[in-house]
């Protein structure tokens, strides 16, 4: 229904940034909800941030609030992560994703975070 490509990824040092995009084609009427989840080596998925379509209701992970923003450009079809004071523990791949009818996901970012 949807598809997804992101970029952005990469090496930083601990208190870098970096910026993740997600291009989004295909039925982007049926998206309600889109977020940015990240899964460390050995770890389960958990969701770090999402926002509303409707209304650009935004939400974050205990872990991420207060040094992630996410947010969208509707005329651009993208989707942002904005990841500041990074830490080691943020080292994670990062997967782009969108409600729709069903979920639909990104093919992954890697994050890595040097101490």
């Known amino acids: 229904q949807v598809q997804l490509v992101e970029s952005g990824g990469g090496l930083v040092q601990a208190g870098g940034s970096l910026r993740l995009s997600c291009a989004v084609s295909g039925f982007i009427f049926k998206i309600n909800t889109m977020g940015w989840y990240r899964q460390a080596p050995g770890k389960q998925r958990e969701l770090a941030a999402t926002i509303t379509t409707g209304g650009g209701v935004t939400t974050y992970a205990d872990s991420v609030k207060g040094r992630f923003t996410i947010s969208r450009d509707n005329t651009k079809n993208t989707l942002y992560l904005q990841m500041n004071s990074l830490k080691p523990e943020d080292t994670a791949v990062y997967y782009c994703?969108?409600?729709?009818?069903?979920?639909?996901w990104g093919q992954g970012a890697q994050v890595t975070v040097s101490s």
């Open positions: 994703y969108a409600r729709a009818t069903w979920d639909n």
